[in-house]
């Protein structure tokens, strides 16, 4: 008679050898092409800073929280910028380490280098036609860091809105962000970059050709050409105090409820977006171009104490900010486009010392954690259990209580 102990200790043996071999599996990693315009790699825009105090880096831990957050909502890639701070190389090394502790974790990075005309910032009139001296510090670190962590940085971007001409404090011409996309062109060419990383320029929609005629300059022609791809700027929420017609029209509106007043307004504010792009595309098709256009920025903020709020526009609060985000999701996922969507998380250092500025209140979620409305879906569904933002747990804003929200929802100024 055969013993059976011998087997079954045989079988005991492989189970836990067969456990020990097994191992999450790790992500190949994607290409640009891949990744841009894939619905199942939504793209959000990026900054870690937590204090109205600019110069308290946000610290590796930090980092890694943030990431863990994005990365629950669905994001798998960020658009970044401060190459010249600590954060930006910070954030490449948070998630290399988040990817050797679970190489299941997926992130993928845009990495923009800021771009200045000399006398940028100064109190000395700028020369838009002539660069800073802190552009090749910055080209320099951004093709380093794309160099060191290439299985993170996908995209870099050679400027933000350093062309658009009512950044008068800083702009340039747009011969200077060709230069610097070409010296990117070529490093490529001679395989001292990766041939798979998409080069372009982050900019207002107008830069790129659907703004005046004033932007349709030779050296703009020659830079769409030079790009891989156009990243476009949209912002309906600043023009409904620069440019309000879409948003004060009464038409259509007649007899409506309140809250369908919002909702067709919102929807206007959808179509807004659209049209710029379709500008920017309409302009690059006139030049016998046919590349990819993804959107590099837009964005509802939730809060204004100034144009766009009660004494204002009417425009921000997290009501309709929900209403933007789903809007922008729905037509770039449909249409095969990246949305960029500003941002992840408030940043308390921008617009100054009013708190109620509306650079300041951007964010999908506050500052301290908090998921605004347009997340209170995916905070009931546990999508963030476990996870923390400055050692808090996320939970809604308003205690998630929508009568109490809907008192801050704003009615709209209709001419």
């Given at each position: 008679?055969?013993?059976?102990r ?7 043996f ?5 456990s ?7 992500k ?6 891949e ?7 939504l793209?959000?825009?990026y900054?870690g800073?937590r ?8 610290t590796?831990q ?6 863990k957050?994005?990365?629950a909502?669905?994001i798998?890639?960020?658009r970044?910028?401060k190459v ?9 090394k ?26 940028a ?7 838009h036609?002539?660069?800073s001296e ?6 320099e ?5 794309a160099?060191q ?8 971007a ?8 009512w950044a ?10 060709l230069?610097?996309?070409?010296y ?10 990766s ?22 300059v ?6 769409i ?21 879409f948003?004060l ?5 007649e007899?409506k409820?309140?809250m ?7 929807l206007?504010?959808?179509?807004y ?12 098709e ?20 100034g ?20 809007h ?7 249409a ?6 500003f941002e992840?998380?408030d ?13 300041k ?28 933002r400055?050692g ?14 809907m ?5 709209l100024?209709?001419?």
């Amino acid at each position: 008679m055969i013993s059976i102990r011998p087997v079954i200790l045989c079988f005991f043996f492989m189970i836990i050898l067969f456990s020990c071999a097994v191992k999450p599996k790790e992500k190949m990693p994607k290409t640009a092409s891949e990744i841009l315009g894939n619905p199942n790699y939504l793209a959000i825009s990026y900054g870690g800073y937590r204090y109205q105090d600019h110069s308290i880096e946000p610290t590796l831990q930090e980092l890694k929280d943030d990431m863990k957050l994005l990365h629950a909502l669905g994001i798998r890639i960020v658009r970044t910028y401060k190459v010249h701070k600590p954060q930006a190389e910070n954030l490449l090394k948070a998630i290399s380490e988040l990817k050797k502790q679970d190489p299941s974790f997926e992130m993928y990075v845009m990495l923009g280098a800021w771009i200045d005309c000399k006398n940028a910032w100064t109190d000395q009139e700028p020369i838009h036609d002539i660069e800073s001296e802190a552009n090749k510090p910055q080209m320099e670190k951004v093709v380093a860091l794309a160099n060191q962590y290439p299985d993170i940085v996908k995209v870099i971007a050679v400027g933000n809105e350093a062309m658009v001409k009512w950044a008068a404090s800083y702009y340039v011409e747009p011969y200077i962000i060709l230069k610097w996309v070409n010296y990117l062109q070529d490093l490529k060419e001679k395989g001292e970059l990766s041939k798979d990383l998409w080069v372009t320029s982050s900019d207002n929609f107008a830069s790129w050709g659907g703004g005046g005629p004033e932007y349709h300059v030779n050296d703009l022609n020659k830079l769409i050409k030079a790009v891989d791809f156009l990243s476009v700027h949209t912002y309906p929420m600043h023009d409904t105090h620069y440019q309000p017609d879409f948003w004060l029209n009464p038409e259509g509106l007649e007899g409506k409820t309140d809250m369908e007043k919002i909702e067709i307004l919102m929807l206007r504010a959808k179509k807004y977006a659209m049209m710029q792009y379709e500008n920017v595309k309409k302009y690059m098709e006139s030049l016998g171009v046919s590349k990819p256009i993804h959107i590099g920025e837009t964005g509802w903020a939730s809060m204004s104490s100034g144009f766009y709020g009660a004494d204002g526009s009417k425009a921000c609060d997290e009501y309709k900010e929900a209403l933007y985000y789903k809007h922008m999701r729905d037509w770039t996922n449909e249409a095969g486009m990246s949305c960029f969507y500003f941002e992840g998380f408030d940043e308390p250092w921008k617009g100054g010392d009013n708190t109620g500025n509306s650079e300041k209140h951007f964010g999908l979620f506050t500052v301290e954690g908090k998921a605004k409305y347009v997340l209170w879906n995916m905070v009931d569904k546990g999508v963030f259990k476990g996870l923390t933002r400055n050692g808090n747990p996320i939970i809604k804003t308003y205690n998630g209580d929508k009568n109490t929200l809907m008192k801050d929802v704003l009615l709209l100024p209709i001419k």
